[in-house]
């Protein structure tokens, strides 16, 4: 038990840091194949340099079933490919489903510098994005992300947390270590995040074969 629950801390204090960099042979010239991203990584790079202005980069981000990306903006314009999966792309700075736009594989998404938008994962999907950098996700309204070592603030939705001592009391109704029923199965919850302007918390839960999905507590039930 003592090592399960070892693994799950170390899973999600991993989920928002690690960028695998795979762009060191494709910069000068190759092939980068499509792969599936492994459990705790969000972000691949494929070439450039996503962090550097003016540095065309593509990269690829993996979101497991029912994320939310909650809203935010880019400094620069951003494209977005779906490689798999099924995704979809809202603007605007408050979440509302009804707004969503479905993107199919293949399908392409345009989001214009400081445009507000926020999106959907429906199933597990991997995007693939291009753009000019720097490549920052900030969002519109304070998020905080629960976590094994406490409640972080979240100043940019792809970069680490940091400590706060201002996490909103009712953000979290279910705690890190919970078990849980939803529609995609039961599980234990490794973490979640709260927009309180948006009056919206999702939970990531983990089955026991491993596999992941983001619920909100209307859809989960405490075991």
């Known amino acids: 038990m003592n090592s399960y629950k070892a693994v799950l801390v170390a899973l999600f204090v991993g989920l928002f840091v690690p960028v695998a960099d795979a762009n060191a042979q494709v910069d000068h010239g190759g092939v980068t194949p499509l792969h599936k991203i492994p459990p705790g990584q969000w972000i691949e790079k494929v ?7 003016g ?3 593509v990269i690829r981000i993996h979101h497991d079933a029912g994320y939310v990306v909650l809203p935010h903006t880019h400094p620069e314009d951003e494209y977005i490919t779906v490689l798999t999966g099924s995704w979809a792309l809202g603007m605007g700075p408050r979440i509302n489903m009804s707004d969503l736009e479905p993107m199919e594989q293949g399908a392409l998404g345009f989001v214009p510098k400081k445009m507000a938008h926020f999106g959907h994962a429906k ?3 991997l995007l693939q994005v291009h ?11 304070p998020v905080f992300e ?8 979240k100043p940019s939705l792809l970069k680490p947390g ?3 001592s201002s996490s909103p009391p009712d953000c979290f109704k279910l705690k890190v270590g919970a078990h849980v ?11 979640a995040l709260c927009s309180p302007a948006n009056q919206f918390t999702q939970y990531w839960v983990m089955k026991s074969n491993g596999d992941r999905f983001w619920a909100t507590r209307r859809y989960l039930k405490p075991l």
């Open 123 to 125: 199933v597990e999907t």
């Open 146 to 153: 629960l976590t094994a070592r406490g409640v972080l603030s």
């Open 181 to 191: 029923q939803g529609d995609k199965g039961d599980g234990t919850v490794v973490g």
């Open 55 to 57: 540095q065309p980069f």
């Open 131 to 141: 753009g000019v950098g720097p490549f920052v996700n900030l969002p519109i309204d």
């Open 162 to 164: 940091v400590p706060t």
């Open 47 to 53: 070439v450039g340099d996503m962090d550097k202005p």
